[in-house]
Structure formats: C-alpha cells, structure tokens
C-alpha cells in the first residue's frame, strides 16, 4: 500500500520511514508543502501523513486544497503537542485524524491502519473472503485458519486485493501500491506474482479481468 508522507524534518521523516516500510507500506516523502500539493492532487495513495509546519505552503492549506478539488484520500496529521487550535482547524479542513508530536511509532501506525480501513470500508482490521483471512495486525494471510508465508510482495499485492475486494483494481494501481511509483515494474511482474499468490491462496480467489485488472469478489451474504 502507497502512502504519501510530507515531512520536512528529516530526523522525524527517517524514523517514520523505516516504520512504515517494516509495517510493509511503499512510502514516497515530501518535504515541501507545493510539492505535497501536486503529488497528493494528482497520485493515488492509500493515505497521506501530513505535517502542518513545512516550507512553502503550510500543511493545512495543502490539505484545504485537496479537499476544495474533491480530493478524499485519507489524511493523518501531525499537529504540535497540546495546540488544540491546529487539530481543530486540521479537522475543520478535512483530516481524517490527527497525532501530536512527539509520538510512538506504534500509535502512528495504528492510526494510519484505522484511517485506510474507514476510507476502503471496513471497520476491521481482519478480512475474510471464503477460506482466505487476512489480518493487518499481524501482517498475515490465513488459509482455513493456517498461516501462510508470502514474500513481503506477496503479502502487499493480497493485502491490496483483499482490502479493495469487490473492485477491480487496474494493473497500474496494483503495480504503484506495492512498488511505488518511482519503481515501476512491467506488467508481467505483476502477472507473475498473482500466480504465485494464487498457488499460495488458493485458485479462486483472484479474477482476472482482461484489460481491465484483478478482483477479489465481495463475499456474499
Ligand atoms: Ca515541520
């Protein structure tokens, strides 16, 4: 899953980083308000963490200028311990949450999982499809109630898919969530590794549709 971090510290922009990408995210930082602008005005991300002190533009009128061109992508953001008035001014322009600074890694996780779930949907974080159970908790995918092991690859692409079932997801988005876009990779890496997850899930719970992309159905019922 892509996720767009503003940051202009680079002490605090480092530590996050290395958190993230353990926590299998594919992280892109910025460290400027107008750079921030146009990536998260024109890239699809799985959520933006957003601090509000930066260069150039300030982050909460990055933010309102998201929203003003009907931007939804879930925003963290990173508020001063204690300054009330930018979490109330960082809600009031479109924030999905906010933490303040200092923070734990662990809660700035947390959040972030919190904030990706509501905006796909789903309220927890464990998701089944038939005999498939994934739990971002654990950052693991079950098989009738058997662990699995996935390449961190593997487990991004069925994360993507399983977080996003019901949706056909284009190869291109498939591609950028769990590469980056700065990585791009051909679409038969990404036909390769559904194969291999297919081998490991089972047959069924991928579709392709040709020309379009992959889906994992909505369970019914
Ligand atoms: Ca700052």
């Not at 107008?34 to 990055?62: K, N, Q």
């Not at 019901?166 to 590794?193: F, M, P, T």
Request: charged share 30%; no cysteine.
């Amino acid at each position: 899953m892509r996720v767009l971090l503003v940051e202009d510290d680079r002490r605090i922009a480092t530590e996050v980083v290395r958190a993230l990408e353990a926590a299998g995210y594919v992280v892109e930082t910025v460290r400027d308000g107008e750079e921030a602008w146009f990536r998260g005005d024109t890239e699809d991300y799985a959520a933006i963490v957003l601090d509000l002190g930066l260069p150039g533009m300030d982050g909460l009128a990055v933010l309102k200028r998201w929203r003003q061109n009907g931007r939804s992508t879930p925003v963290l953001i990173l508020t001063a311990r204690g300054s009330w008035a930018e979490r109330v001014d960082g809600i009031d322009a479109g924030a999905d949450d906010y933490l303040p600074k200092p923070f734990r890694m662990e809660e700035l996780l947390a959040r972030l999982r919190s904030i990706v779930r509501r905006s796909a949907g789903h309220a927890a974080p464990v998701v089944s499809v038939g005999d498939v159970t994934l739990d971002e908790r654990q950052m693991k995918v079950f098989v009738r109630g058997i662990p699995v092991t996935l390449s961190p690859l593997e487990y991004r692409l069925a994360a993507y898919l399983l977080l996003h079932r019901g949706r056909v997801v284009s190869q291109q988005e498939l591609s950028e969530s769990i590469y980056g876009q700065d990585d791009a990779h051909d679409s038969n890496a990404i036909e390769v590794l559904i194969g291999r997850v297919r081998k490991k899930l089972g047959p069924g719970l991928i579709e392709t549709r040709r020309g379009f992309g992959y889906l994992v159905p909505e369970p019914a019922g």
